[in-house]
């Protein structure tokens, strides 16, 4: 009776723990990739949220690498977790018809990354959001001047280069988020911080995103691709505050499973909510 006792106890404790794990995350996700939660690498990296589908890679898939990531001012401290690299041109994660397509007014964009060295040609580009044919709306972050983030934001096919202020260390992890309020303001993020507030863009949600690509702009610039490595990738179409960055933050932390632990999360079963 006692050993029935201990295990419906270490149930009801996994259980809770799963529960409050589960709610952490703020939900509503859009897109959300996870380097820990990824089975068909490296054929597509699986979008978790509700709408699902997946991304392939362009050309070559970037390597799955497990080892630390640490960001001491927002106690991030992973002795072993998951992340893609790309190791030379045209290793990147990209389509050119998304589904399914995005629409946004209000949106947060927020990653996980790492810089790990030069650039492989002549350009070091991260992530594209746009829409097809390309230009009429959407974000391109790249690179500019050796390490500064630069944040292209297209609307009615300008261009609206936004200030960044953040810079991407060579070695070092940093986590980044943008948000944007339609009409009113974007907020950049680095690490938790915020370092850079712009006037907002007056995004059409009736004009859909239809072309995701994970390190570069665009399929057609899969030869200039990020010399860096990704552990996440996620997307709302809504504006999160700096509170629920901080969540954000936390709750992926929580829920890496160090290697010493006996606990196995199943991060798949995590996406309905996210």
Known sequence: MRKVISILGAAFILTTLNTAVHADIVPGAVLYFDARDNPTHPDAWTNLADAGGSVPPMVLAPALEEGPIKIPDIGINERK???YTSRQSAE???TKAWNPPLGIDDWTIEFLVRRNGDLFREEHQLLGINTLPEGRQGFRLG????DTLGIG???GGKDMGIASNVRLEEGVWTWVALTGEDKKEILVYQNGKRVSQQAGVDFDKKIPLR?????SFSP?????????SFALLRVYDKALTQNELMQNIDAWSGLA???DSKLATSWGALKASH
């Open 81 to 83: 977790t998951k992340y």
């Open 92 to 94: 990147m994660y990209g």
């Open 143 to 146: 690179i500019k001047g050796g």
């Open 153 to 155: 934001i297209y609307h």
């Open 211 to 215: 072309v995701i690509t994970i390190g």
């Open 220 to 228: 057609g610039e899969k030869n200039r691709n990020f010399n860096g």
């Open 257 to 259: 499973v160090q290697p």
